[in-house]
């Protein structure tokens, strides 16, 4: 089976965002999220999702030495930093890279901060849809 693990630094907001998608746009593949450290699943992250009808309030933010032992064939990197420091898989993972905007360190008022969540969402929306019919 394929399989994507999407991976950023904390494991809080866009790869849980990323992996929110995926598992509805490549419904046969096994979809994982991680981080290369853990921060928590950001409650404006769940909240942002749930304005789009998707419900990530029982993902849990992973350590991506969870997922060096299971058979990924394919690596979704959502920050550069993650994709600095992301280490090679067993039988070459398939690697893909796209450096979205951390939405969690978004300032201002309560309104701007969601803004920005949105903005965000809507890119690795349009993102895994495109990365979803490439893939298929």
């Known amino acids: 089976m394929k399989s ?6 904390g494991n809080s907001c866009r790869s849980q965002i990323a992996e929110g998608y995926l598992r509805i746009f490549l419904p046969e593949w096994q979809i994982y999220s991680a981080g290369v450290e853990t921060h928590g699943l950001n409650p404006k992250a769940v909240e942002v999702m749930q304005l789009d009808n998707i419900d990530i309030s029982n993902h849990q933010s992973d350590l991506i030495d969870d997922y060096l032992i299971k058979d990924i064939t394919h690596v979704l990197t959502v920050c550069d930093h993650a ?54």
């Not at 994507?4 to 630094?9: A, E, H």
């Not at 809507?122 to 993102?127: F, G, L, S």
């Open 4 to 9: 994507l693990l999407v991976l950023c630094t």
């Open 83 to 136: 994709n600095e420091v992301c280490p090679v898989f067993p039988k070459d993972a398939i690697k893909f890279h796209n450096n979205f905007p951390d939405p969690a360190k978004a300032t201002g008022s309560p309104e701007e901060v969601m803004d920005q969540f949105i903005m965000v969402r809507n890119m690795i929306k349009q993102y895994s849809q495109d990365l979803a019919n490439k893939l298929n």
